[in-house]
Every structure is written in structure tokens, then in C-alpha cells.
């Protein structure tokens, strides 16, 4: 089976600029999560989805963030305007149906924001 | 607020040695934990799961134990070799466990010396 799969690896780019992250879950799985890993603050959840639908956006730190699950096998978050404190690793991951499944990570995209 | 805590300090230990890492949490009684694995540059890779209801669980060389009264799971490895190096990750369900949401500790680096 294929694992989550993050586009890009790596992304550097100059503040006020719009990012845009891609995740492509696990076929089959029905919940979608993004998180945020910094030095200082860990893994944060950002945003999760089941069956394509937002459940809890509470952790988008704000406005500038956004997320979409157009279909089972695609998501994107993207930052309109980034800022330079948004430089951290972000990590897909999806899981199947049942609360104790486990989650499946991606490789994560680092973003360096100048 | 709910709270994490997992060793900050990296574990040093020799090969062939027990490693015990310590996750401790407050204000919340969650439905169960699990254990992630985390290799530098990659996402985080579950382990072992334990619910709330259950003692202890062994997989190979790893046991996790969960007491809801003291609020702590730790986490071992027996026979610890040096691929065993790598940052080793508790998460938490929330309360009501049907949502999938994971919240994570910060992590505890472990070091295996040959």
C-alpha cells in the first residue's frame, strides 16, 4: 500500500506570498488530519476531516489558513498571506473509520517562509 | 487546560539496556494512548496502542502501561539496540473518544549507544 503522500518536501518562499500544501490520504481512509511541528510548541493539530467534511478547524491559528477536502483522495491548506512565524514542518495524516484507529503520517512538507 | 508532559531531556542509554520513557497528563481523562515513533525528517509511525481499561500491552520488544490514577503510561524497550534511536511520541484520544482526534506530547529523544 502506498503511504499519505505530502507535496512538496520543501518549500521556501518570501512572506506574503500564498503556499499551498497537498496530501494525498491513504485509500480507504476516511478521516484526514493536518498538523504543525515547531521546536517549541510540538505537533499541533490544525484542522481534521471525516469523510471529507471539516469536523474541527479550532486549531488554524487564523484566518490566513485555510483547508479543503474537495474528494477522498485529495486535500489541501494553504497560507494567503505567510508570515515568517509560519516556518515549521506540516504533516498529513489519515486514518481509517473506528476512534482508535491508528494515524498514518506522511513525510511532512518543511516550509521556510523568508 | 489539558496537558501533556513527556521527558524534555534526551534518554542516554547503553545497548541491551531497558529504556523507559514517562508520559504524564493532567485535567483529563482520556479513552485511551498511543505511542508513536519518530525518525528525523519523517512523520510519526505508531506503535502500540493501550486503552483506558487495560493495564498493559507488549508488542516484541515494547510494553506500555497506562494507570489512569496516576495519569501516566510508560513506555519500554527491552534489549534496546541502536536502530532504536529515535524520538518517541505519546498522544492522548479526547474524552469522548468517537472523534479520532489525537493530542500529542512534545516527545522524548532516546539515544542508544553501541
Known amino acids: 500500500d502506498a503511504g499519505v503522500i505530502q507535496s512538496p518536501r520543501h518549500e521556501v518562499t518570501e512572506m506574503g506570498q500564498e503556499v499551498t500544501l497537498r496530501c494525498k490520504p491513504i485509500s480507504g481512509h476516511n478521516s484526514l488530519f493536518w498538523y504543525r511541528q515547531t521546536m517549541m510548541r510540538g505537533l499541533e493539530l490544525l484542522i481534521y476531516?471525516?469523510?471529507?467534511?471539516?469536523?474541527?478547524d479550532s486549531g488554524m491559528p487564523e484566518d490566513r489558513f485555510s483547508a479543503k477536502m474537495p474528494n477522498a483522495s485529495f486535500s489541501t491548506l494553504k497560507i494567503q498571506p505567510s508570515e515568517p512565524r509560519d516556518s515549521a514542518v506540516y504533516f498529513c495524516?489519515?486514518?481509517?473509520?473506528?476512534?482508535?484507529?491508528?494515524?498514518?503520517f506522511g513525510d511532512g512538507t518543511r516550509l521556510s517562509i523568508l | 487546560s489539558q496537558k501533556i508532559e513527556q521527558n524534555s531531556e534526551a534518554l542516554n542509554i547503553q545497548e541491551g539496556k531497558t529504556a523507559t520513557l514517562t508520559c504524564n497528563y493532567t485535567n483529563y481523562s482520556p479513552a485511551y494512548l498511543q505511542w508513536y515513533r519518530q525518525d528525523p525528517g519523517r512523520g510519526p509511525v505508531f506503535l502500540l496502542l493501550i486503552r483506558e481499561n487495560e493495564k498493559e500491552k507488549r508488542k516484541e520488544r515494547l510494553k506500555v502501561t497506562f494507570d489512569t490514577t496516576l495519569k501516566q503510561s510508560l513506555f519500554h524497550i527491552t534489549a534496546s539496540q541502536p536502530a532504536d534511536s529515535a524520538t518517541y511520541l505519546c498522544?492522548?484520544?479526547?474524552?469522548?473518544?468517537?472523534?479520532?482526534?489525537?493530542?500529542f506530547g512534545q516527545g522524548t529523544t532516546l539515544q542508544v549507544k553501541p
Open positions: 476531516f471525516n469523510n471529507n467534511v471539516p469536523i474541527d
Open positions: 495524516a489519515s486514518k481509517r473509520q473506528g476512534d482508535s484507529q491508528p494515524q498514518h
Open positions: 498522544a492522548l484520544s479526547s474524552e469522548s473518544s468517537n472523534t479520532g482526534k489525537l493530542i
